[in-house]
């Protein structure tokens, strides 16, 4: 998934392009089932194959739309989703993962309130699935519903306590809720789960940020772009910490 995101400006208020730049990390560490990587490419043409020879096989064209999903081809991906759904059910693809990718398609295209549905049916075949409630929070949240995405994310951590994704959701529910204590709690929880992930270092120093924090900021917003290795990412990384740097001058 490609996602336009603004350019930081080198002065003024960050609250509202944190916020922004925020909910851009969750969406692409969070929603997405597969990394992008070079080999996908080859995924796509070898489930390809084997849909032709297998045209019947509810599993052949769950996988070949994911591949397609995973690559960026959304309107194949779902094609591929109504086909499983329209063959008979052979128990090969279990209901949770299939509404779970065909949710993830629809939040890709812009279809929130069909992402909802998508996982809300999801949950019916596994209800509490800590990944499924996940996502749900993430699109509440796309769509203004803070409560409902609140109450998703706690749920998914009753599942799962320790899993980062709820944590790191968690944490962006609090953001826009203007709670940047609990934000900072629930983003160093990530942290300290996925260290590896740059994403939890820059949501964590937004978070500081928000609070006051400017030191702990500057800190954290140096760990992600000692780490990141995207060059748009590690330019708008270095944008953010000139800014802070200024703030700490005053």
Do not use: C
């Not at 969750?26 to 032709?52: C, D, M, P, Q």
């Not at 990718?101 to 629809?106: F, R």
């Amino acid at each position: 998934m490609k996602t336009n995101v603004p350019n930081l400006p080198s002065n003024g208020p960050f609250v509202l392009i944190s916020i922004a730049l925020s909910l851009f990390l969750i969406g692409v560490f969070t929603i997405a089932t597969h990394a992008r990587n070079s080999i996908y490419h080859s995924h796509v043409t070898l489930w390809a194959e084997v849909v032709k020879k297998a045209p019947n096989k509810r599993r052949a064209h769950e996988n070949y739309g994911q591949a397609l999903s995973s690559e960026g081809y959304l309107n194949e991906a779902a094609k591929e989703f109504k086909t499983v759904m329209s063959l008979p059910d052979d128990g090969s693809v279990p209901l949770r993962d299939l509404y779970r990718e065909i949710g993830v398609v629809d939040y890709r295209l812009g279809l929130f309130d069909d992402a909802i549905v998508a996982w809300q049916t999801g949950l019916h075949y596994a209800p509490n699935d800590p990944s499924l409630l996940n996502n749900l929070s993430i699109v509440y949240m796309q769509t203004g519903r803070f409560d409902e995405a609140a109450a998703a994310a706690r749920t998914a951590l009753a599942g799962d306590p320790s899993m980062p994704q709820a944590l790191n959701t968690m944490g962006q529910v609090y953001l826009l809720k203007k709670d940047y204590d609990k934000a900072v709690e629930y983003f160093l929880k990530a942290v300290d789960r996925e260290p590896d992930v740059p994403a939890r270092y820059w949501n964590a120093a937004l978070a500081f940020e928000q609070a006051k924090k400017i030191d702990k900021a500057y800190e954290y917003a140096s760990k992600y772009v000692a780490m990141e290795s995207d060059p748009g990412g590690r330019q708008r990384a270095f944008e953010y910490i000139a800014h802070l740097k200024q703030m700490l001058q005053r």
